[in-house]
């Protein structure tokens, strides 16, 4: 069995299933940069900096390591600072090659230790301090291989709680006021769900290196969803907890861009599971189907690895 305690949530008329850390392996925080500063809270601040200082200082799971992957134009006072803030525990590694933060991200993940790796932009920022413990305490179930938090936009707002297929990937509950519940309290549980973004996303480094990493074929967009599906084909479930809520200034530091190439390629690979999400509801109302084709193709484990 799984150590855990039950108790009641006084937001939703239901009980919070919560799991007991029982050791503190270390975790491999991993952060694409460039060193881009952006304002937050009326302060111009290098992003970066700000996502390690506040998960050092607010956050109360220490066991960590940071591998921030910094493109050549980063500033030599944003290295000297990380170093700074991090110091035995960061390691800075160079980037001179065309943006892929797929690349990038598997690069950070070659150079780290950790028996678990955080995906984490530069743009995000721990808002409840015991969020890695929340996330680390489901892999005491071995069927679990991704966790993922609720992100919340600078004002609030909901960025992400977990995608959906309808069968567009959609961040669920995008723009929705802060105490949203959801429908049947979708917002406030922990439950299952097919992917979760990798602005914040918790896995092992076993299950990491089984599926391949992200997809380099993926520079852009959609490697999350990519890794995700590759994933749950291994075996694993991805999990979304509300409990664990980090903020994701998204597109301060890049314009998000949608590339069709991208599209079309995360819908050959994954267009029945995106035109049939067992976590989409049917009865409602579906976006425009962006993956149907002309030609029939057939998706297995080894086309999906990239």
């Not at 990519?226 to 291994?234: E, S």
């Not at 907890?241 to 069709?260: C, Q």
């Not at 079309?264 to 189907?289: C, S, V």
Request: net charge negative.
């Amino acid at each position: 069995g799984i150590a855990a305690d039950v108790e009641f949530d006084p937001q939703t008329p239901c009980v919070r299933v919560r799991r007991r850390l029982s050791r503190q392996p270390l975790v491999s925080v991993i952060i694409p940069t460039r060193g881009s500063s952006a304002e937050l809270r009326g302060q111009t601040v290098p992003l970066v900096v700000n996502t390690v200082q506040t998960l050092l200082e607010k956050s109360t799971y220490q066991n960590l390591e940071f591998i921030v992957v910094a493109d050549t134009p980063t500033p030599p006072e944003v290295r000297a600072e990380l170093a700074r803030l991090g110091g035995d525990r960061m390691m800075i590694v160079d980037y001179d090659q065309a943006f892929n933060f797929a690349v990038k991200n598997n690069i950070g993940v070659a150079h780290s230790s950790g028996e678990f790796v955080l995906l984490l932009n530069d743009d995000t920022e721990i808002i409840s301090p015991d969020a890695l413990e929340t996330m680390l305490a489901f892999f005491a179930d071995p069927t679990v291989g991704i966790v993922g938090p609720i992100l919340h936009f600078e004002d609030g707002t909901i960025q992400s709680a977990g995608h959906i297929f309808s069968p567009d990937p959609t961040d669920m509950y995008r723009l929705q006021p802060a105490d949203t519940r959801g429908a049947h309290n979708y917002v406030r549980v922990q439950r299952e769900a097919s992917s979760v973004i990798a602005a914040c996303l918790l896995t092992s480094r076993t299950v990491f290196e089984e599926v391949g990493g992200l997809s380099t074929q993926f520079p852009g967009n959609w490697n999350d969803i990519d890794f995700a599906l590759k994933v749950q084909q291994a075996g694993y479930r991805v999990i979304f907890t509300p409990h664990a809520k980090f903020f994701h200034f998204e597109s301060k530091t890049r314009v998000a861009l949608r590339i069709e190439a991208e599209v079309a390629k995360l819908g050959h690979r994954w267009g029945d599971i995106l035109d049939d999400d067992p976590y989409f509801n049917p009865r409602l109302q579906r976006y425009i189907n962006l993956w149907r084709s002309d030609f029939h193709t057939d998706r297995s484990y080894e086309e999906a690895m990239g």
